[in-house]
Every structure is written in C-alpha cells, then in structure tokens.
C-alpha cells in the first residue's frame, strides 16, 4: 500500500524567509506526486504535481518541489513567503500498485510571522 | 457548474439521527471519491467511485457508512445512527480521469451533538 509521510506537523517562519515542508512516500513504483494547500473552512486547492518529466516542478503562488526518486521525497519550497501563505499543506501520492486513489499524508501547518 | 459543490455547508445532528451529505461533481468527471478530515488529522480515505459503480469502499468505517452515485454524476454519503465520533469534515473530489489530480469541494462540517 502506498502511503506519505509529512515529517513536520507544524513549520513556523518569517516573512520573506525560504521555506521547505518535507514530504517523503513509500512506493517502488512509478507514482504521481501533487502539493495541495488548504485555507481555513476552504477545501484542497492544488499548488502543483508530477506526473512525469522533469524533477523539479513549478507551481502556483511561487512554489515549487523536486521529485528524488532515490530518496522517495517531493519536498516543496518557497524562496520567500508571505502572510498569506498561511494555511495547511499536504503532499499526496497516487498510482502505486495500481492504484489512483489519492493517499494524502497528515498535512503541515505553515505559520508565517511578520 | 464551475467546481465541485458540496451541501449542506454546515450540519449538526443530534446523536442517533441519520444524515445525508450530497455532492455535485464538475461535469464530466468520471472518478469521485469521498474523504474524512478530522481535526489536526490528515484526509481518510471513505470511498471511490468510477461512473456508479463503486470499486473501493474499503474505507467506510463501518456499517453505518453507505454512498450511491446516479447518473454518473451527484453522489451521496448516508451516515445512520451518528455517533460524535463521526464528527468530521467530509470532503468530496472529483476527477476527469484517475490519473489527473482531484478537484475538492469546500467540504460539508458535520457535528454530532
């Protein structure tokens, strides 16, 4: 079964400070890879995926993350980050064994301070 | 329409009754799946659907748990006899294919009084 695993439940940071919310997934096989972000009483908005292709892909709102097949991670970053990047970030995998179902990992709440 | 709809917003129920969450897929759309979020948890797997027809429930958490969809379109997810247990936000995606990413809903937050 494929499964995801977000390492920090919680990542506080500055405003205008990089960032990194580490994801890493268990699975031997080709799979898909998305970041979704989540505003409060919003649903999941995805901020990008990796289908195939180049490592390292680029999403929404300046975000972007690198598929390390070795390491089995698909850690996103942000160069530098703002108040409103405030919200609940979660990484999940699909089409491991077979299966499409999305597996979503326990989410990481970004803070971001002034 | 545009996204993924979801009714009711909000519900609470007292403890024992049944309830109903209903969810409108973007047109088209052929997988829909329905997820659990719990406070400070992640998104529990309930169960997917391809067209009507449902070939993974395997994670609905017990017999109280039950979904249709018609017309390959709107689906329903029937909870009987609620516990607080099962108070939660449900979510409901939808996709054009199993291999795209999954368009979310804003989610129906359920409490159980």
């Known amino acids: 079964a494929q499964s995801v695993t977000q390492l920090d439940s919680q990542v506080p940071v500055f405003e205008e400070a990089p960032v990194e919310l580490r994801c890493n997934y268990s699975?031997?096989?080709?799979?898909?890879l998305f970041w979704y972000v989540q505003y409060p009483n919003q649903g999941l908005q995805l901020l990008l995926k990796?289908?195939?292709?180049?490592?390292l892909v680029k999403g929404i709102n300046g975000f972007e993350a690198e598929f390390n097949k070795s390491q089995t991670s698909f850690h996103l970053r942000k160069p530098s980050v703002h108040i409103s990047d405030t919200a609940e970030y979660f990484c999940?995998?699909?089409?491991?064994?077979?299966?499409?179902?999305?597996?979503f990992g326990r989410g990481t709440s970004l803070i971001v301070h002034p | 329409g545009a996204g993924v709809s979801q009714s009711p917003s909000n519900k609470v129920t007292e403890k024992g009754k049944d309830v109903e969450l209903r969810c409108d897929p973007i047109?088209?759309?052929?997988?829909l799946y329905w997820y659990r979020q719990s406070l400070g948890q992640g998104l529990e797997f309930l169960i997917y659907?391809?067209?009507?027809?449902?070939?993974?429930k395997s994670g609905l958490p017990s017999d109280r748990f039950s979904a249709e969809r018609t017309g390959g379109s709107v689906s329903t997810l029937t909870i009987q006899r609620t516990q607080q247990e099962d108070s939660a936000v449900y979510l409901c995606?939808?996709?054009?294919?199993?291999?795209?990413?999954?368009?979310f809903g804003q989610g129906t937050r359920l409490t159980v009084v």
């Open positions: 047109s088209g759309h052929t997988a």
């Open positions: 659907f391809q067209g009507n027809s449902a070939p993974d």
């Open positions: 990796y289908l195939s292709g180049s490592t």
């Open positions: 995606a939808s996709t054009p294919t199993v291999q795209t990413e999954a368009f």
């Open positions: 699975s031997s096989v080709s799979v898909y």
């Open positions: 999940a995998v699909s089409g491991s064994g077979g299966s499409y179902i999305p597996t």
